[in-house]
């Protein structure tokens, strides 16, 4: 076997995280965001991970995104060591992500900042899911122009678009108002596929209506 | 439409805002690099018909007025500097005031031409002929070459015609009557560019000329003259007669010398035109720092944002360069275009004015090798300034950038 050959076939694991620790440099002093975490994800699984602000949710998120790398640890996603992976390529391809207040690009149109996630768009695709998301009419407005409800769901439209295995929501509730919250998790529990897993990290109460399992993580543990 | 293409052409909007200026400075500077090249070429491919036609270059001008003149011009002085070792001849030169007798002659019936002073034909400092032609044997007494433009329109239709041309004859001291003279016109000459002769010269014999002059009565002894040509058997010779001829007392002044001071302004303006060049490149190179480091600095949070989708280090540094790429392209297209609509009007306007210092041919346009510059270089430039933002851009890491956010 390789180092790029996935772990096992078929995958029975989306994500696996062993014993992953991270800490940061802030203000000359080194803080431990991560303290040994060890999870694992499976294929159509939908999980809340939940904890209070500055619990190391996103740093969390954000190595098991492929974003930042862990200090120590092992992360493996849809079943190839992250250490043996692209990057780039690996995000694009094997993993979508929402972030908070959906972060679209102001001057782009909706449209646009949907393809942007694929290499060379194909606009068919797009279209469907903006149809999907129920963001046709809106498709055309800019980034900046649209509310946050819409430009929320116009970014897990972008997550969607290369049909990830594992899709990683940072607060995807955050700043919207009841309706909004739930047309997104809505939409959140649509995208689930069984061969899909979904983390949704969120200090929304609300998520527990579409998550199979529930973790929660208090200064960097998950308890 | 690639992802980079799809970002560069939905950010250029907001990149074209916030540089318009430097964007516009440049496109200016551009323009007004073409719009002196068109200059200087009209000058040089005016310069360069000047002396191909004049042949010029072995012609001394002779005064009785100049500097350091202290010798009058009669015909014994004429034929004594004829005499002159390596002298081929010497010409007398003078004008005589001429008009078109006839409105039906003018252009516009209602504009008198004015004046077309009356200039002897001497050899090498023949006019561009733009119709008809010089006989071989020179102007008989009774043809004469008019002048293209005069106030009102141009003469070119009186070609082949006869005119009566009418001029004052002095019946005794202080009172003068019309008199009248008719001629053929064999030639039309291109009076875009005014010489010494004035706006508007036509050109007579050496007969024709005497004649008038004696008969306008201002003649009373023997015929004194202000200038003169002397021609000299080759230009190597030049400097010799004219330094033998300053010696006797005349002033003297080569054409070959006002050819080259000519010669010497358009070198100036392209010395100049090149300076621009340099100053351009710098400015497009600091312009595409500009650009690129403002891009990275206003959307490190987008370029986190696109890292974090899956964006490459390559393609984003491409999305610099392309919006970077686009802006000084379109910016060297607008500098183009009003370089080239810059020189064409110059051109026009200074052939116009009729400088005798820079005489330019009208509707002049900048090299081809100018336009590849503006064109070309500029954005290049431009792109080249932009590396180091490609690269700080590229480097830009997902984790940080995403971290201020949230």
């Given amino acids: 076997m390789t180092a790029t050959t996935r772990l096992s076939q078929p995958v029975q694991v989306s994500l696996s995280l062993r014993g992953v620790t991270k800490s940061y440099l802030s203000r000359g002093r080194r803080t431990r965001v991560l303290d040994a975490v060890s999870l694992e994800v499976a294929p159509g699984e939908v999980v809340w991970l939940r904890g209070p602000s500055g619990s190391g949710k996103s740093s969390l998120l954000r190595i098991a995104g492929l974003l930042s ?137 609300e998520v527990v209506r579409v998550a199979d399992r529930v973790l929660t993580i208090d200064r960097g543990r998950l308890v | 439409m690639s992802d980079v293409a799809l970002l560069t052409r939905a950010t250029l909007r907001p990149g074209l805002r916030s540089h318009r200026p ?55 002085a004429l034929r004594r500097v004829a005499g002159l070792s390596g002298v081929t001849g010497a010409y007398a030169w003078f004008q005589v005031d001429l008009a078109l007798s006839h409105d039906a002659d003018w252009p516009d019936p209602h504009v008198n031409p004015g004046a077309l002073w009356g200039t002897p034909l001497i050899p090498g400092l023949s006019p561009q002929l733009l119709a008809g032609n010089l006989p071989a044997a020179g102007l008989a007494a009774d043809e004469i070459v008019l002048p293209s433009s005069v106030p009102g329109g141009r003469l070119d239709r009186l070609l082949g015609k006869s005119v009566t041309m009418e001029f004052t004859k002095v019946v005794r001291p202080g009172v003068g009557e019309p008199a009248k003279r008719v001629f053929r016109v064999v030639g039309i000459a291109d009076n875009t560019t005014p010489g010494q002769a004035g706006p508007t010269p036509s050109y007579l014999s ?63 303006l392209r010395w100049v035109s090149l300076a621009l060049v340099a100053v351009l490149m710098v400015f497009s190179l600091l312009v595409g720092g500009s650009v690129g480091a403002s891009w990275v600095q206003q959307r490190r949070r987008e370029i986190g944002l696109l890292s974090a989708i899956g964006w490459s280090r390559r393609r984003i540094a491409a999305a610099v360069f392309g919006q970077v790429a686009v802006l000084g392209a379109g910016t060297a297209v607008v500098g183009v275009l009003a370089g080239l609509a810059g020189s064409t009007l110059a051109t026009t306007l200074i052939a116009g004015r009729r400088l005798t210092l820079l005489p330019v041919d009208p509707w002049g346009l900048p090299s081809p090798a100018a336009v590849l510059v503006g064109a070309f270089l500029t954005p290049l430039c431009i792109v080249l300034g932009a590396v180091r933002a490609g690269w700080r851009a590229s480097r830009v890491d997902p984790d940080d950038a995403l971290r201020d956010l949230t």
């Fill in chain 1, 69 to 205: 790398t862990p200090d120590s640890g092992m992360v493996v996603v849809d079943g190839l060591p992250a250490t043996t992976m692209r990057g780039a390529a690996a995000r694009r391809d094997g993993v979508g992500m929402v972030f908070q207040n959906g972060n679209l690009l102001p001057d782009l149109s909706v449209r646009d900042n949907v393809a942007i996630a694929a290499r060379r768009p194909v606009w068919g695709v797009v279209d469907r899911l903006l149809a999907d998301f129920g963001l046709e009419e809106v498709a055309a407005r800019l980034g900046k122009e649209v509310s946050g409800g819409q430009a929320q769901r116009a970014a897990l439209c972008r997550a969607m678009l290369n049909d990830p295995r594992l899709v990683l929501a940072d607060e995807p509730t955050a700043g919207l108002d009841p309706a909004n919250r739930t047309v997104v998790l809505d939409e959140l529990s649509r995208a689930r596929r069984p061969d899909r897993a979904i983390v949704i990290a969120s200090h929304d109460d």
């Fill in chain 2, 22 to 76: 430097l964007l516009i400075t440049i496109a200016l500077c551009v323009a007004a690099i073409l719009t002196l090249n068109g200059v200087v070429g009209a000058g040089v491919s005016r310069y360069a018909r000047s002396v191909q036609y004049r042949s010029a270059l072995n012609l001394i001008e002779l005064s009785s007025q100049g500097q350091g003149a202290t010798r009058e011009l009669d015909d014994a």
């Fill in chain 2, 206 to 268: 050496e007969q024709a000329l005497e004649d008038l002059y004696a008969s306008s009565g201002a003649a009373t002894g023997a015929p004194m003259f202000t200038t003169a040509y002397v021609r000299v058997v080759d230009p190597e010779r030049v400097p010799r007669v004219q330094r033998e001829l300053s010696e006797q007392g005349f002033a003297v002044r080569s054409v070959a010398e006002q050819l080259r001071s000519l010669g010497g302004l358009f070198a100036a």
